[in-house]
């Protein structure tokens, strides 16, 4: 994991408004995660409203204070969409916040040293400010709004707020079934009963409605299809790359599971059987992390594939 990232999660960690348990049951995921991404805190404090002069100065105060910082970013964006008439009182709106004010730290830590001397809490509000500012603020990426782009982003968005979504995730994106899913993210009996209900809900249901709701038509679903069987290579690199990237954004909706964790540090998680919604979580978000996951958790038993990016359109 870089720097900013563990930034930006200890800072996600403490601001985060929401009620989590409204789509995963808690585990002890928070403390763990906690001691894991914690900075240093025993180092002087620096008055947030002081003028840093050095780019190291800008690092520090910065790092002290991400709590402060993410929460200002949020609570910005949250009042712009208010009044812009954009706002709605729902978990949706609370993680599209949370992602973009997380989004613009990020951004804010990478380009906001070089202004040093400056006062930091203000620049990050007039840095914000010039976002919103833009025609199109949430703009994240031109490819998504191809028919692959929208049905990615939309299906992953779903998964933001959906546990049945989330799911089902593992199987668009690699292909997983319900046995897969639990194997590789090592669930118990009881935990992985619910994984079934969740197929079952999405195949159901769940899929009709979110592909109504992102506006994919059978047409548009059809020639997806079509196109992966003419030209695998250049389908599955574009899924691949567009999957990844949409992977990276969203996951900052859940600050708590945001982190990648080192081989050691997922070891211990599946060792000692908690982070059960850091797994369900992480793994199907991120590519990466999923791999050490099946890595570990192989002993010699090879029933479940090394899992690779592999769009599978229908439920
Ligand atoms: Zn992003
Ligand atoms: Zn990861």
Redesign the pocket.
């Known amino acids: 994991m870089d720097k900013i990232s563990g930034w930006v999660a200890e800072f996600v960690q403490c601001a985060c408004p929401l009620n989590r348990d409204t789509m995963l049951p808690t585990g002890n995921h928070s403390a763990y995660s906690r001691d894991q991404m914690m900075p240093d805190r025993t180092t002087t404090v620096i008055r947030l409203e002081d003028v840093v002069r050095t780019a190291d100065e800008f690092d520090q105060l910065v790092s002290q204070a991400l709590p402060v910082f993410l929460e200002r970013a949020t609570s910005s964006t949250k009042r712009f969409l208010r009044e812009t008439g954009q706002w709605a009182d729902d978990v949706a709106h609370e993680k599209f916040v949370l992602?973009w004010g997380a989004?613009y730290l990020?951004r804010f830590l990478v380009c906001g040293r070089s202004e040093a001397p400056c006062r930091p809490l203000f620049l990050l509000d007039s840095f914000v400010a010039k976002q919103h500012s833009q025609p199109d603020p949430f703009c994240?990426?031109p490819d998504l709004l191809t028919p692959l782009g929208r049905y990615l982003d939309g299906l992953v968005a779903r998964a933001v707020i959906s546990r049945d979504a989330l799911i089902a995730l593992y199987h668009h994106c690699y292909g997983m079934g319900p046995r897969d899913v639990i194997a590789i993210t090592g669930l118990n009996e009881l935990e992985s009963q619910r994984i079934y209900k969740n197929f079952r809900r999405w195949r159901d249901s769940g899929w009709q409605r979110t592909m109504d709701e992102i506006g994919m038509t059978d047409v548009e679903l059809e020639e997806l299809v079509v196109q992966q069987q003419r030209h695998p290579q250049r389908f599955h690199h574009e899924t691949e790359r567009l999957v990844r990237?949409a992977q990276?954004?969203?996951r900052?909706s859940e600050p708590d599971h945001y982190p990648c964790l080192s081989r050691s540090q997922w070891g211990a998680m599946f060792s000692e059987g908690h982070g059960c919604d850091y797994r369900l979580w992480h793994l199907v978000l991120c590519a990466d992390c999923i791999q050490t996951a099946w890595d570990l958790g192989r002993n010699g038993d090879e029933t479940v594939g090394k899992p690779r990016v592999e769009l599978h359109v229908r439920p």
């Open positions: 992602r989004e990020e994240y990426h990237f990276a954004h969203y900052k």
